[in-house]
Nanobody, 122 residues
């Protein structure tokens, strides 16, 4: 049974930082690309970042480029999202997802976590 468990969300002031983690189990983690997505109330689930199998292939949404960094530790079966210079517009539930091949399309991911809330106050 595949499980993805996000953690690290919370309330932070604008300009602050948070580091999200997503711990995976029940799959061969090093064989899966990992993605981060976010969903604000009343909006669709949007792509944030993805990382390929080894960690050398990454891609970011324009809205977070230069502020967020995705990384992975295959020995710990964990993917991270370091979020700096947070803005109120970053407020959303953040989800991690797994798929064999990295893509920006949420619909193509096979496995999802339950999400972690990130709230940025102005």
């Amino acid at each position: 049974q595949v499980q993805l468990v996000e953690s690290g969300g919370g309330l932070v002031q604008a300009g602050g930082s948070l580091r999200l983690s997503c711990a995976a189990s029940g799959l061969t983690f090093s064989s899966y690309a990992m993605g981060w997505f976010r969903q604000a109330p009343g909006k669709e689930r949007d792509f944030v970042a993805f990382i390929g199998l080894s960690g050398s292939n990454t891609r970011y949404a324009d809205s977070v480029k230069g502020r967020f960094t995705i990384s992975r530790d295959n020995a710990k079966n964990t993917v991270y999202l370091q979020m700096n210079s947070l803005e109120p517009e970053d407020t959303a539930v953040y989800y991690c997802a797994a798929r064999k091949v990295a893509t920006m399309s949420a619909a193509l991911y096979d496995y999802w976590g339950q999400g972690t809330q990130v709230t940025v106050s102005s």
